[in-house]
């Protein structure tokens, strides 16, 4: 059973890493907003930024960006579910796969980063306000760009698989008559 679990640690010890240092700028982040800002204070470095990207800090008990407001019971066993998920999926994508292991490893600290907040606060700490948009954090951005990076990864890999069969097929041997054998 120990050999197992060594093994089964070494096989995620990417993804915790990297979960784990983005977990803690996520919480570093939101630490110094509660610590350093009033409940929906807005701050950016100069006043002319102020339209298009400033700091302001709200609750949300919602998902990411805002969304679905007071469902912090179902996010937060959404967010165990998702961890999860990829925690046993992990180990089994190929280790030359080091796209789609770095996207889950954003998607894992961005599920456990709000999950922090709401286990710990009863809801999730948002400060990064961009234009017109919702308001978000780290692990906001850490959940979106990993979706991206790993839609854009799997359409890659199966753009490359057609073209190796369309690249296959037209390998495949034509006898006199013009047919395939």
């Known amino acids: 059973m120990e050999v197992l679990l060594k093994k089964f640690f070494k096989s995620i010890s990417w993804l915790l890493v990297i979960a784990t240092f983005i977990i803690i700028i996520d919480q570093l982040t939101k630490y110094f907003i509660r ?5 929906g204070e807005t701050w950016a470095p100069w006043d002319w930024m102020m339209p298009y990207a400033r700091l302001l800090y709200i609750h949300n008990t919602g998902a990411a960006f805002g969304l679905f407001k007071d469902g912090n019971p179902i996010f937060m066993a ?3 579910i998702v961890s999860g998920v990829i925690i046993y999926y992990y180990p089994q994508v190929p280790k030359e ?6 996207a889950l490893s954003l998607q894992l600290a ?13 809801r999730v700490t948002d400060f990064i306000s961009v234009g017109n948009f919702a308001i978000f954090n780290v692990a906001d951005s850490s959940i979106t760009v990993g979706v991206i990076i790993l839609l854009i990864a799997v359409w890659w890999q199966d753009r490359n698989e057609k073209k190796k069969l369309a ?14 054998n």
């Not at 796969?97 to 770095?102: D, L, N, T, W």
Request: proline share 2%.
């Open 78 to 80: 959404l967010a165990v």
């Open 110 to 122: 961005g599920a456990v980063g709000n999950l922090i907040d709401r286990i710990f606060f009863g």
């Open 167 to 180: 690249a296959a097929k037209l390998e495949e041997p034509v006898n006199e008559f013009g047919s395939e």
């Open 35 to 39: 610590q350093y800002m009033v409940y």
């Open 97 to 102: 796969e080091k796209v789609i292991r770095f």
